[in-house]
Every structure is written in structure tokens, then in C-alpha cells.
């Protein structure tokens, strides 16, 4: 088995989407709503017109856990860009272990635009809701005994601004786009490392997942270009981690037809059929391709009721709006996975995957909580796990060159997928970092957690590890926390998985 280095990154070395009544509704109803969100923001901001110092506080309990926490939390707010209009929100958690030397990890949420709540509460972090359901009163958490903070500081960030309760004070600083994003968490890095001294020799990695496998790579390039460029201070960057990433259309949305007949989702026949007359590609179709469009509609009424984000959980309602129209042969292919709080919360059903949100969305909106978080009262209207209707422009199609950049820096890289997402199906993800013409080293072998498969791996020459999580879905740490946790832990270490 490859051995990954232990030294830092090096220095510098289409969607075609069909047009419709539905789509042009869409687009007519989303102006609308940013009509109001700019009048909106301009009332809200009237009140936080003058530059904020960047801040930081120790918060020693929180509502809903009883008694002192055990683990050291830290928020904030730092602002970067110009002028620092765009004051980024922080949850930092200290490890639990060797603080002086465990790695420092930043955390970015899928989305773009989903708090960093979401995964310091669902997903890594020290604690976890206690899922019963609401009765009126504060939601309540225990311990998480797979929190990823017993081995890595970690720091959980509201990005890209209107995410979570990050905000601009100019109407010019809310317009975002995947590479200013970017920068704004490169910039983030480094003001937040000069204001925590003691932490800049300690190992630095940037993670995320989902829509995450779009800006991470980007940040770490950024990263170690700065470095080059004699930015300080300099950051001791190793590598990054990525679940279940979003990565390159033509690789995710064009495998989850081949995924669906690996499932039993769609026959044998049905697959044959539309692998040929489509020729491999499922979502740029001509419209003069009928057969291919024939097959294509029939892959989509056999699939629409399936839950994307774990295929063998039953499809619940979801606090997200979707389009009425099922007829459309490119809904499986166009489905965005996230449960955007767009429809009122309270439609979530107790004992479904999703109730969580209602949870979380009920405690974050809670005043108390927020005085508790130290949150700028008035900069947001209302906390939204993921906000949808951000002024946010995709600018990065495909973040693969990025990751080829990447691998001439000797930066590790741990990308993990859970083998029932059918958001970004895993055999995407392998397809993708095929295309790096890497020498496979170590193929396929299970890895294993307390005697048993917790999925396979595979390890290519360019300090890139691929895992599968075995059973989980979109994301992955959400569905098996001790097999993550685990996982995370010997890669972090540079230990065989």
C-alpha cells in the first residue's frame, strides 16, 4: 500500500437544461422573491451600516444541552473581501485530544448556501439532536461519540455569505459566485490563523461534501499559491476530504442511470435500451433523439418516488418545493438534493431521516440560542439551513481541473461516497478520478470497523484514497457516524484505512 507523504502541499508548480413552462415559472416566481429579498436586505442593513470589529467568543453552554459543555466552542464573525463587507460566521470546535498538534480542519456544507450547522450538528461535530418529536419546547442534544473533534480542531463555517448567519453590509458584497466563495474561505483562513497563533504549525485540511467537491479544491489551491506568493501567515496546508462530493456533470448526472440498474431500480433491458440509444449521455439529449427521450421518460416514472439521497429509505416529505411536473424525462438527472427550507418545516413527518430540520430550524431561530451563539441580532432576518435564494452564480462548472492541479503539490486527498447516493453516485466519483491517469496501487480491498465491511477502497498513486461507505447515502456521515469517524481517524493519522 502507498504510504502518503507527511510533508505539505507543494508550492505553485452544461448543463443543457431544457426549457419549459415550469422552468420559466420557476425563473419568474425566484425574481419575485429577490425583489423582496433586496428590499428586505436593505431594511435589515440600515441598522449595520458601520464596519464591525471581527469578534470571537467562548461559549461555555448552550440551550438545549444540560450543563457545561464538554468540549471548547468557539464563534465568530471575520470579515473578508473588499472593505471586509462580508463578515463570515464561525462555529470553531477544539479537539477533544492533542489540540497543540491534531490537524485543523476547516469544514465547508454543501449547498452552496447550507449553514455550517448542518454539519456540526448532523453530521461531525460533538453533538447530536435527540430525535423526538416537537412538542412546543427547545429542541435538545446529547453527545455525539463519533464526533470527528476527537481528532482534528475543527472549524465549521457559514459560506458563502447569506448562508447560515453570515452577512454583507453592501448590497454589492451579497453577490457571490463559486470562486469568490473561494477566496472569501482562503481569506477567511488566514486572518482567522493570525487571530489563533497557536494553531499556524498545526496541520491544516479543507473539507466539505456535496455541492462542497465544487469550492474545496479550489481553496486549497488558493492556498498553497498564496503560500507561494509569501502570504502570511503561511498556512501548513496537508490536503483536503470531500464526501459524496458534486464534482463534474458529465460524470455525476451521467452515471445515476447506470447506478439505477446497478440498484434494480430500472431492468436490464430499460438500461440496455437507453445506453443505446442515447450512447452514454443522459443529460445533453437532442431533441430530435426520440427513442433516447422514450427511454429516458420511462427511467424517470420508474424513479421519481425513489429517495435520491439513500435509494433504500422510504421517500418522505420534504421541507423543499419541487417541480409538479413528473412527466419530465430530465427530473432524475436535474433533481438537486437538498432540503431547502423553502415550505413551511412543520409539513416534515417524525420518524423520517429529514425531521432533524425542523429541529434544528426551530432551535437556531430561538433567541436564546442566538444570544447564546453571540449572533449580530438584526443582520439576519430569519436563520435558514439552506438558503436557496442567494445572489449566487456557478462559475466553476467542473472543479476536476482543479483537482488535477492538485496532485503535483504531493496534497493528500480523501474522497469518500456512500453507495446508496444517488445524488452523486459513487460510480461518478470513481469515473472522475480515473480520469487523472493515476496508477492504481491498492484496488478494491473491504476496509473494516469492529470485524465488519464498512466498504471498499481503493488507493491510486497520487496520495488520492477512495473509500465507500457501505450502506450510506447523501452524505455519508449523516447515515454511518462510527464507520466516518473511523475512516477519517486512521486516514488523518496517515494509517492504513
Known amino acids: ?23 420559466s415559472l420557476t425563473k419568474s416566481m425566484s425574481y419575485v422573491t429577490k425583489c423582496f429579498m433586496w428590499l428586505s436586505f436593505l431594511i435589515s442593513t440600515m441598522t449595520i451600516l458601520s464596519k464591525p470589529a471581527e469578534s470571537s467568543n467562548i461559549i461555555r453552554s448552550l440551550p438545549g444541552f444540560s450543563g457545561s459543555l464538554p468540549f471548547k466552542l468557539e464563534t465568530g464573525y471575520i470579515g473578508v473581501g473588499e472593505d471586509e463587507v462580508v463578515q463570515l460566521f464561525y462555529y470553531f470546535v477544539e479537539s477533544e485530544g492533542n489540540p497543540t498538534e491534531d490537524p485543523l480542519v476547516l469544514w465547508m456544507t454543501g449547498g452552496p448556501g447550507c449553514s455550517g450547522l448542518c454539519g456540526l450538528w448532523f453530521e461531525i461535530g460533538p ?28 472549524i465549521f463555517i457559514d459560506a458563502p455569505v447569506g448562508t447560515g448567519f453570515s452577512y454583507s453590509r453592501t448590497l454589492e458584497g451579497a453577490n457571490i459566485t463559486d470562486k469568490i466563495n473561494a477566496q472569501h474561505c482562503h481569506d477567511f483562513m488566514r486572518k482567522w490563523l493570525t487571530g489563533h497563533p497557536k494553531f499556524i504549525a498545526n496541520p491544516v485540511y479543507i473539507g466539505g461534501d456535496s455541492y462542497s467537491g465544487i469550492p474545496v479544491p479550489i481553496v486549497v489551491k488558493y492556498i498553497s499559491d498564496g503560500n507561494e506568493d509569501g502570504e502570511k501567515p503561511e498556512i ?12 463534474d456533470p458529465k460524470f455525476d448526472r451521467n452515471s445515476k442511470i447506470p447506478f439505477a440498474n446497478r440498484m434494480a431500480l430500472i431492468s436490464d433491458e430499460l438500461y440496455k435500451s437507453a445506453k443505446m440509444t442515447c450512447k452514454g449521455e443522459y443529460v445533453i439529449v437532442k431533441k430530435d433523439n ?7 421518460q420511462a427511467i424517470s416514472e420508474r424513479t421519481v418516488d425513489i429517495n435520491m439521497g439513500h435509494v433504500l429509505e422510504p421517500k418522505c416529505p420534504s421541507d423543499r418545493k419541487f417541480p409538479e411536473n413528473r412527466m419530465d424525462d430530465r427530473r432524475i438527472l436535474q433533481e438537486k438534493y437538498r432540503d431547502l427550507l423553502l415550505s413551511p418545516v412543520q409539513s416534515l413527518e417524525f420518524g423520517c431521516r429529514n425531521y432533524k430540520n425542523l429541529l434544528l430550524h426551530v432551535w437556531a431561530n430561538d433567541v436564546h440560542v442566538q444570544k447564546a451563539l453571540h449572533v449580530r441580532m438584526g443582520t439576519v432576518n430569519a436563520w435558514i439551513r439552506c438558503n436557496d435564494n442567494m445572489f449566487y452564480t456557478k462559475d466553476v462548472e467542473s472543479s476536476i481541473a482543479y483537482h488535477r492541479y492538485l496532485r503535483t503539490k504531493h496534497c493528500r486527498a480523501l474522497i469518500y461516497s456512500g453507495d446508496h447516493d444517488m445524488v452523486a453516485p459513487y460510480l461518478g466519483t470513481l469515473r472522475w478520478l480515473n480520469s487523472l491517469n493515476s496508477t492504481i496501487v491498492d484496488d478494491w480491498r473491504p476496509w473494516v470497523v469492529s470485524d465488519q465491511i464498512a466498504g471498499y477502497i481503493r488507493e491510486y498513486s497520487n496520495y488520492v484514497t477512495f473509500a465507500t461507505v457501505k450502506g450510506a447515502g447523501h452524505v455519508a456521515t449523516e447515515f454511518m457516524p462510527q464507520e466516518c469517524f473511523e475512516m477519517f481517524k486512521r486516514w488523518i493519522s496517515h494509517e492504513p484505512l
Open 127 to 154: 453533538l447530536k439532536f435527540n430525535m423526538v418529536k416537537y412538542n412546543g419546547s427547545l429542541p435538545t442534544f446529547s453527545l455525539n461519540q463519533h464526533s470527528w473533534t476527537k481528532v482534528s480542531s475543527m
Open 290 to 296: 426520440l427513442p433516447c427521450q422514450k427511454d429516458l
Open 236 to 247: 501548513n496546508i496537508k490536503g483536503y476530504v470531500l464526501g459524496n462530493p458534486i464534482t
Open 1 to 23: 500500500m502507498l504510504l502518503s507523504p507527511i510533508f505539505s502541499c507543494g508550492t505553485r508548480t452544461m448543463e443543457r437544461t431544457a426549457e419549459s413552462f415550469s422552468l
